[in-house]
């Protein structure tokens, strides 16, 4: 067996990155802050990456379309509990700096994916 398609795709790639990122800032947390922020943003963190992975395996451009919304929709809780954990001090500026980049370039990257599915 070959190796999936969606390895390859810099969309998938980029959200493989953040999750692996969000799942770096989490391990450290004490365990109330693990069990209720951190659960959630490894969670959405890891469903982009999920979805985009589901959609491709569909071979059909409707449901693709479907589950790339679903990333996206990942995308902006993942950027929710970034802003809560930030704005609670469980993750420094520097922090931040270091995942931004990628949100900045995987949103556009999603959209670009979702309109390439058309």
């Known amino acids: 067996m070959g190796r999936p398609d969606f390895e390859n795709l810099q969309v998938y790639q980029l959200a493989e990155k953040l999750a692996n990122q969000v799942w770096d800032l989490v ?4 365990y109330f802050t693990k069990d209720t922020i951190g ?3 490894v969670r959405s963190a890891d469903s982009i990456g999920a979805n985009i992975a589901e959609g491709n395996g569909r071979y059909n451009s409707k449901d693709n379309q479907r589950f790339v919304k679903m990333a ?16 609670r001090q469980l993750i420094t ?13 995987l949103s556009p990257k999603l959209n670009a994916y979702l309109n390439s599915l058309n």
């Open 39 to 41: 659960k959630q943003i």
């Open 93 to 105: 500026d520097e922090q931040v700096n270091k995942i931004k980049p990628i949100i900045d370039e």
């Open 27 to 30: 391990k450290g947390w004490d």
């Open 72 to 87: 996206r929709g990942s995308l902006y809780e993942t950027i929710h509990w970034l802003r809560l954990a930030h704005s």
